[in-house]
Nanobody, 116 residues
């Protein structure tokens, strides 16, 4: 499966963005979980949110109540709605697909910069 992440950009503190992760090469029905992770310079890649094929969601503590992950199986796309963005959210955001066989695939990432 190939993953294309998009929707990043520059936003002011308190602003919002919606990221998209579109899968190609395989049906999303063969996906067990899709997740968003972020990595700031000098830091490890960290969990932001995940969603299962059955729409069970999980969030990192730092984004609970601000971010929402959702999926549109007809479009093979997972979204990450990010509200109340702060400078601490500045990072490259990656999506990851875990197949029903446990195989992980990563997208190339999209940069999110929160700055005034």
């Amino acid at each position: 499966v190939q993953l294309q992440a998009s929707g990043g950009g520059l936003v002011q503190p308190g602003g919002s963005l919606r990221l998209s992760c579109t899968a190609s090469g395989r049906s999303m029905y063969a996906t067990k979980t899709t997740g968003w992770y972020h990595q700031a310079p000098g830091n490890q890649r960290e969990l932001v949110a995940t969603i299962t094929r059955g729409n069970i969601t999980n969030y990192g503590d730092s984004v609970k109540g601000r971010f929402t992950i959702s999926r549109d199986n007809a479009k093979n796309t997972v979204y990450l709605r990010m509200n109340g963005l702060g400078p601490e959210d500045t990072a490259v955001y990656y999506c990851k697909d875990t197949s029903t066989f446990g195989y992980n695939s990563w997208g190339r990432g999209t940069q999110v910069t929160v700055s005034s």
